[in-house]
């Protein structure tokens, strides 16, 4: 009879470690319920009192134990399969980041799709105030005909004073395996912990035009088998920083700024 007590102490201990004390209603139950047989076999056994019926009863018992057990081992199995499969598949969290000036994203970046920076004309003063990443991959919606009123955006070329002048840039929206992506100006290197994704020069339209964003162009600028030349559109500057309310020192007058883009997060769960 100690043993037979030993075996229902023992499957009771353990389905309460699977239950993990997260305070299931149904469980905590149940498991009063066997505590309660638990006692009452202690009694019987300390008594010298057996019958047939306790025995079939605390045999049920034992059963309902048993199919318990199953059920929650086969619960935990199943979380540990799905884990398994999304550990599997890489799964993690992710950013977006445009690479202004180039095709490619590079590292472990993911294409998203590439095409040609593009804004308004630089002496406008309407449309976007903003620089985009046109796809190369256009598809047009249903439009009767061209408008008459619109906004504008055209391409942007080069005014870097080297062997980029006059021609188009591209640019590139890359997918990371990490959480965040920003651009820092003013620096050609990242924060101990993150990722460095590219480095460039801060870059933007020229003071006395349309006002336009600040971006990283990429220190290795590439540009597109258009044709070269001046064809209007908006231009892209390097960017200078001036000493008055920007501070001196630590930055410079006149001098080109840097940037640098960076990530962080992990990669796998």
Same mark, same amino acid.
């Given at each position: ?129 903003? $620089? ?15 408008? !008459?009123?619109?906004?504008?955006? $055209? ?35 990242? !924060? ?78």
């Amino acid at each position: 009879m100690a043993s037979f007590v030993f075996v229902i102490l023992a499957v009771t201990l353990f389905s309460t470690d699977v239950n993990c004390g997260k305070n299931d209603p149904v469980y905590q139950e149940d498991f009063e319920n066997e505590y309660r047989v638990i006692e009452r076999m202690v009694f019987l056994e300390e008594a010298g009192i057996h019958t047939d019926d306790d025995f079939k009863y605390m045999g049920l018992q034992i059963n309902n134990l048993t199919s318990m057990l199953k059920d929650a081992n086969e619960t935990v199995k199943l979380l540990n399969d799905k884990i398994a499969a999304v550990k599997g598949k890489g799964f993690r969290g992710s950013s977006t980041f445009t690479r202004w000036g180039h095709t490619e994203c590079g590292g472990d970046a993911e294409e998203v799709y590439s095409g040609y920076m593009a804004g308004s004309y630089f002496s406008h003063a309407g449309s976007g105030s903003n $620089y985009i990443c046109a796809t190369s991959k256009i598809k047009y919606g249903a439009v009767d005909g061209r408008a !008459e009123v619109q906004g504008l955006a $055209y391409g942007i070329e080069y005014r870097l004073g080297d062997a980029n002048e006059y021609h188009d840039a591209p640019c590139v929206v890359c997918r990371i395996p990490r959480n965040s992506a920003i651009m820092i100006p003013g620096t050609n290197e990242c !924060e101990e912990g993150w990722t460095t994704e590219y480095r460039g020069r801060l870059a933007s339209q020229a003071y006395n035009q349309h006002s336009k964003d600040y971006i990283c162009l990429d220190e290795r600028p590439q540009w597109l088998d258009n044709g070269k030349g001046s064809q209007g559109g908006g231009y892209l500057y390097k960017v200078a920083g001036r000493c008055g309310p920007l501070q001196c020192p630590p930055y410079k007058d006149y001098y080109y700024l840097t940037c640098v883009v960076c990530s962080f997060g992990t990669r796998d769960l």
